[in-house]
């Protein structure tokens, strides 16, 4: 008697333990969540006042306390930013958010809107690793960014963007195969050109993949050089020695994606900033762009 006794009073006090640890387990989940949702609000937040052509960092974990995964989202129109976490204790999944001060946010990194309900989000971020996030301001809309611009390989780096006319066709382009952002002030648009020359006849071809952004027009001095179809865009340039060959791709504000090179011969590959100054680029590393 005495033992069922012993017996009884051990198990509930292993049921009150245990329900004590759950509640402790989510009260860890829930602060560590709310701290990490009010960081990207405040991120966003200071980076809208500050304006334009600004940009900040933050990191954000690998995952929630005990190692829960979980995603960011923007619904439209909604001055707000959620995170939301999954594998719970109680098997449901957790929402935590926090007010913006603008309703203009976008992204410029493949993992955007990849492995989430496009239908239910404007704009969804799963994380599955820790990420430097850059917040940019850009002409009013803060874009969550990779802390560059361009990656071949393991080199990263910043570019910055050509103001002024588009030119792929003059007298004085410069020898090889350059690629720069070129930023239109009058409608916002940024366009992602391309000029090549070449001492020698020269056969330039780009695949593009992982394209993110809205591509307004795709413009070249030759017909079918540089296409736009429902199987992705590419280009093949035939390009004639000593003279300018080029295209133009317009994005609307933001842009994203990858090439994949096709070069023959001894033509380099330049990416040109609005300086003035050149990165030598590698062609036959594929290049991945991100801007702003």
């Known amino acids: 008697m005495i033992l069922s006794v012993v017996i009884v009073i051990i198990a509930l006090m292993g049921i009150f333990l245990y329900q004590k640890y759950i509640r402790g387990d989510e009260m860890k989940i829930f602060v560590h969540g709310n701290r990490v949702v009010n960081t990207i ?41 959620y995170i939301h976490g999954g594998s719970f204790v109680r ?22 809107n990849v492995g989430c309900n496009k239908t239910a989000y404007d704009i969804c971020l799963r994380v599955n690793d820790s ?49 720069y952002v070129q930023k239109n002030t009058l409608d ?9 020359n070449s001492s020698a006849d020269q056969e330039v071809k780009m695949d593009f993949y992982d394209l993110m952004g809205q591509i307004n027009v795709t413009r070249s001095d030759e017909p079918n050089e540089l296409n736009l179809n429902s199987s992705g865009l590419k280009a093949d340039w035939q390009i004639k020695a000593d003279e300018c060959s080029g295209g133009v791709v317009s994005f609307n504000e933001s842009i994203h994606l990858c090439i994949d090179p096709d070069m023959q011969g001894n033509v380099e590959w330049f990416w040109l900033n609005g300086d003035g100054t050149t990165i030598v680029l590698n062609k036959s590393q594929d290049l991945c762009l991100s801007y702003p």
């Not at 405040?42 to 995603?71: C, D, H, K």
């Not at 560059?148 to 066709?169: A, C, F, L, W």
């Not at 916002?188 to 090549?196: A, D, I, M």
Request: proline share 4%; aromatic share 12%.
């Open 41 to 81: 609000a405040e991120n966003i937040n200071e980076i809208n006042m500050v304006g334009s052509g600004y940009s900040q960092y933050f990191t954000l974990p690998e995952a929630l306390y005990g190692s829960r995964n979980y995603r960011i989202s923007f619904v439209q129109n909604e001055p707000a930013v």
């Open 91 to 112: 098997g449901v999944e957790l929402t935590w958010s926090s007010p913006l001060s603008t309703i203009r946010v976008g992204c410029v990194r493949s993992e955007c």
């Open 131 to 179: 990420m430097v996030i850059r917040a940019t301001n850009e002409n009013g809309v803060v874009y969550l960014a990779y802390p560059y611009n361009i990656k071949q390989g393991d080199r990263e780096d910043y570019i910055s963007p050509v103001r002024g006319n588009v030119s792929y066709t003059n007298e004085s382009c410069l020898r090889g195969s350059f690629v």
């Open 188 to 196: 916002k648009t940024v366009n992602l050109v391309f000029q090549h």
